[in-house]
């Protein structure tokens, strides 16, 4: 079975870091594009991040760019999102999700930061 | 930056015919995704690559995209499919950059 589990949330005081986890199983991690999406407390989806493959290429949204890092271990099936300066608008359920052209995407079920003091 | 852009609201009596639109400049060249969710829940992947329905999804969900703009349409639409639907796509930049649209809150009544 596909799946994906997102870990890692926490409340976190303005100014700290995070880094959430998102362990794949089921399919051929290595082979798959990964992002995080992200979902304040009755807003919208917003796009925070994706990575290639083999972790050689990455881009952000611009609200996180310089204080977010993605990245993947291919060997541990592991993507990861390293947050840090974090504000209060970063609170959030951050969900991971695979993506390769002619596949669904597939989500993980999300898990919650909550950014304050 | 890129902007996908949906109408807020929709409106539809039971068995009706729902369409929501989305509009965005890289739309030619780049596929639409649609996602519905009602309140609490995580999204759930309606219509993907511009037109294909995932397994699962009932037919009554279809999508299609014609220049800068792209349809989902739910034929026969019914009071479940009451949610809050988002279309994804990705720029134009090579930076593979994704996005959202806002959001259209789907009333069946």
């Known amino acids: 079975e596909v799946q994906l589990v997102e870990s890692g949330g926490a409340l976190v005081q303005p100014g700290g870091s995070l880094r959430l986890s998102c362990a794949a199983s089921g399919f051929t991690f290595s082979t798959y594009w990964m992002h995080w999406v992200r979902q304040a407390p009755g807003k919208g989806l917003v796009w925070v991040s994706r990575i290639n493959s083999d972790g050689s290429s990455t881009s952000y949204a611009d609200s996180v760019k310089g204080r977010f890092t993605i990245s993947r271990d291919n060997a541990k099936n592991t993507l990861y999102l390293q947050m840090n300066s974090l504000r209060v608008e970063d609170t959030a359920v951050y969900y991971c999700i695979r993506d390769r052209t002619g596949d669904p995407p597939i989500w993980g079920q999300g898990t919650l930061v909550t950014v304050s003091s | 930056s890129y902007e996908l852009t949906q109408p807020p609201s929709v409106s539809v009596s039971p068995g009706q015919t729902a369409r929501i639109t989305c509009s965005g400049d890289?739309?030619?060249?780049?596929?639409v995704y649609w996602y519905h969710q009602k309140s609490g829940q995580a999204p759930v992947l309606v219509i993907y690559e511009d037109s294909r329905r995932p397994s699962g999804i009932p037919e009554r969900f279809s999508g299609s995209s014609s220049g800068t703009m792209a349809t989902l349409t739910i034929s026969g639409a019914q009071v479940e499919d009451e949610a809050d639907y988002y279309c994804y796509s990705t720029d134009s930049s090579g930076n593979h950059r994704g996005v959202f649209g806002g959001g259209t809150k789907l009333t069946v009544l």
């Open positions: 890289a739309l030619p060249k780049k596929y």
